[in-house]
């Protein structure tokens, strides 16, 4: 005997046996997955059904993203929980200080500007006078 419902999703009112109540189908009209509803009463054969009430709706399947995405993201932040724990607790017995973000060494200021000024005086004065001694010698042969 066959048991009258409708679809979840498009209210198209389907028929199906009792081998398929459980079970996954698709709407004809909708093409929408849903799972056969079982009869809440069983029904004598000898009764006629009645179309004037309103049919019983069958479940829509749940999302995937629904189901598996939850416990998913609360298994992996339980694992990140768990390794920074341990983390924590083998630098502690280590008795070493905690990890610091490491910055290289600051680098050393420029030279002043006053001693560059007069390093380059000085080796000026010792290039014109070089120079000059130069001039002098070949002047004199």
């Not at 997955?33 to 009645?50: G, H, R, Y």
């Not at 179309?51 to 629904?66: D, H, K, N, V, Y």
């Not at 939850?70 to 607790?89: D, F, V, Y």
Request: with cysteine.
């Amino acid at each position: 005997m066959k048991h009258k419902f409708e679809c979840p999703h498009c209210r198209q009112r389907i028929s199906a046996t009792p081998d398929l109540f459980g079970q996954r189908r698709r709407c004809p009209a909708c093409e929408q997955e849903f799972i056969v509803p079982a009869p809440e009463e069983p029904q004598p054969p000898s009764a006629s059904i009645s179309t004037s009430g309103p049919l019983p709706r069958a479940q829509p399947l749940p999302s995937p993203s629904q189901s598996s995405a939850q416990p998913l993201l609360l298994l992996s932040l339980g694992i990140i929980l768990l390794l920074s724990t341990a983390l924590i607790i083998q630098d502690l017995l280590r008795c070493r200080p905690p990890i610091a973000i490491l910055y290289p060494p600051p680098s050393p200021p420029p030279p002043a500007r006053e001693h560059h000024l007069s390093d380059l005086q000085q080796r000026l004065d010792a290039q014109q006078a070089e120079l000059t001694s130069l001039k002098t010698s070949a002047g004199a042969h």
